[in-house]
């Protein structure tokens, strides 16, 4: 049986705790009076030598000691933790009651109750009421160290869910070191079943009641169809027990065949904002990409290396990896290599501001659709000495890739952009505004490529993005730096992100900006918390702490500037910008200079010339 069956017993009359346990104490009394009589008058004569009115007195004695019990708190004391101190709240509520009642009788001139009786009666129902919460103490501890026997490392866990993914996950984890003492589920036809042996204990209610949690070390979410908010419910539910909350796999890592039912996981954030999955037009993607050669800038980062991994489900040609870092290239180079072997992949190191190697590999593999997700795109880092290579790895580099996808021929070039792109207040989102414009001018030259740009916020688990930081803080002790308490960021999940890129590269016309519908804002600090809570601790042992915004840092982000407005697509998660604004006849020649010219490479200058750029652009 699992650990803890005792306690699960228990826990299944907890609605009608204290009726039963006044019962059972006044149950004890009454085996006590009769005891005490055996004791006085000897088996022969325990029953002939009492008084008539008898019964009576035994009806007024339980009267008495169930309302000094009361006033004393002893039914609301947890047998299974019964102590010393307990044990002396009980004599003295035997002493006062066994006193009351022998004055009573005393009063009352009822001369047929022997002395002796008044006088042991408490005494007995003393060592009655201790024997009886001491073998519930045993059985709770005898029945904890037969769990810590069986279970070295002691992980004990309440399922929540009781639907066939918690039978395979029970099936699968009770043979690695785990203990499942119960299902918890809202179904109230499944309470009181069992599943793969298991009992289902009663309704997710339950994780608000810290006895039914107690000797627990894990709760697991068993949920992978579930929806987004039904999901976002339940972890607000078990983020209250302060006990870590893990999760199986969700439905896409199941089916992309990423990870298994009995693989549990700790909570990641896009469990906890409870968004949507994107519902793919697969028929528009897979004939965007299916037996086209596809090419992916900055493949191994964030966002490019989940791009390839989407692209690659939709059976492409060939995939060109271009990417900078030799490390990140690899990584991605052996993931898609071992999940897709038969797809022919190119591994190009290179760089987008170097246009001579970027004409090369086009006119050599010739893409038909690229992907240009190479970028520097950590705010605070590029707000410094970095200023003037955001400008020539974010626009320049643009405008390099655009440019030889434009003179190979490629049919579709799709530029990654960002929401800090719009009223931009940091030299990042400058540069990415600066791309955009660059996509457009060249929309309007280059009629043989649609060239496209795609908007979206904050992605999660990205890396240098806050989540990741945020779990590493959490990981240390704390605490957990927040720049701002105010402090709102749009967010979507990588996976999601990617599918929307590739749903808007099959929709779009040429010149067109997409935005990607994030949702709404989330609050940085909330965030902050409830991964804290997710994990087992309260803000006092891991608290938030408030560092002040950064260089070039907004407290909100916007998708739209002020002068655009929006049409809607065949998507409903995605929608065009129509951007308004003309820009100077000179301005790619004034870019290209800016970007090519060393002498601007202090921050303060660099500043001046976005401005000429990017209009809109205001540094904080």
Known sequence: MPSLTFDRSLNRLRRFRLPLVVAADLIVVALAWNVTYLFRLGFERWLSARPDYDGPVLGAVLVIYGAVFWAAGVPRAVWRYASFPEIQRLALACAA?????????????????PRAVLALHPIVTLMGLSLARLLVRMLHERARARSAGRDADGKRAVVLGAGEAARLLVAGIQHRGWTVEGLLDDDRAKHGTRVAGVPVLGGLELLHDAEALEGLTHLILAM????GAQRKRVLELAAASRLPVLTVPSADELRDGRSRIDRVRDIEPEDVLGREPVKLDEGGVASLVSGKVVLVTGAGGSIGSELCRQIARFGPSRLVLFELSEFALYGIEQEISERYPQLPLVRLIGDV?????????FERWRPQLVFHAAAYKHVPLMEGDNAWLALRNNTLGTYHAALAAAQAGVERFVLISTDKAVNPTNVMGASKRAAEMVVSHLAATQPGT???????????????????KFKEQIAKGGPVTVTHPQ????????PEASQLVLQAAALADSGQVFVLDMGEPVTIADLARELIRLTGHTEEEIPVVFTGLRPGEKLYEELLADADTTLPTAHPRLRIAQLRGDRPDDWMERMLRYAESADIADPAVLRARLRELVPEYRPA
């Open 97 to 113: 009651a066994g006193l009351i009642a022998a004055v009573v009788v005393l009063m009352a001139q009822l001369v047929g109750i």
């Open 224 to 227: 992978p169809s579930a929806s």
């Open 353 to 361: 501001k170097d246009l001579a190697t970027l004409q090369r590999s």
């Open 450 to 468: 649609r060239f496209i740009a795609v908007r979206f916020g904050n992605v999660l688990g990205s890396s240098g993005s806050v989540i990741p």
């Open 487 to 494: 402090i709102t960021r749009y967010f979507m999940t990588i």
